[in-house]
């Protein structure tokens, strides 16, 4: 058996035991689970296990939970995103990744998986924010964090009303998609709708912007269909006054269950007077994943571009 198999065996048991003894939910179980291993009154050792079979194990035992509670809220970014979004910070912050760390803003930041995906990646060498406003998911992510010794400094709020985080180097991002309920801030934002309400996704993306750095870049997962909605125009607009796409990266279709959860990778760096715009937007396509030849000429794809920028 894995290592990651093993912790999760020890977490699942305990975390079923609790719900049926406290009649709590699965999810709620589990976070008691970790916050217990934390406080080590609950113990258990899987001898040479690493950071990412940690995060792994948690990871499963949180997908299990979100399937007993179906919240539509609660969803997770998988690891094979997390990864590619990872081979991307890398790509884009070769330098600043070797000389010293780099500073990460998660907004929507969930279960924590995607940016615990990352930094587990990079091991040591970025230190994050992360706001999310749903109080069960944030307590997750921390408690992991936690676990897997990553520096994430955390915030329970809504991340379009004011944020008190300095711009960061990478805005990382898994956007939340659907109209923002709240109509008195989204009139803070240039993508306010000029008639109904707002797209989160697009008050999102300019939030992040807002907190990166000049020159900086936000790593977004998008729809798949950002640039075909009735508000697009509005988008454009707002990018091109603000932002230098890098890249739009498709994503493998077998990778969501229907076409209407399609995503891609919007990649866009903060515009600064003292930097051009890219020669050329990186257009790809990633191919099914199993298969092993598409996808080296996909990372060949990206290396030219990369050499060419
Ligand atoms: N990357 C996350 C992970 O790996 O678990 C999943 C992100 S999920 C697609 C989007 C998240 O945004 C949800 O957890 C949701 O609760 C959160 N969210 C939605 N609107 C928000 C808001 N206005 N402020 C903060 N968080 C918000």
Redesign the pocket.
Known sequence: MDKFEQIFGFINDQAEKIATDEEIDYLEALLQTLEDTLDAKFEWQVEGATKEDMRKAIQIAILKGMRKSAQP?????PDTL?LLVGYFVEQFFEKEIENGSVSVL??????????LTVMNAMDGKLHATG????EL?IRL?AATADLVEQPITLFR????EKLLVDPVDAVI????VGF?PNEEVALDYELCAAEGMSY?HHLFIEQSLNHTKEGGYAFF?VPGNLFESEQAKQLHKYLKGHAWIQAVIQLPENMFSTRAHEKSILILQKQSAQLKAPREVLLAKVPNMSNKQALAMFFEKVQMWKESK
Do not use: F, I, K, R
Request: charged share 15%; hydrophobic share 40%.
């Open positions: 809220n609660h969803q997770m970014t997390g998660d907004p929507a930041l969930g279960t924590g998986n995607l940016l706001v999310e406003v749903d998911l992510a709020q809504d991340s379009l991002c898994d956007l939340p923002y989160a997962l």
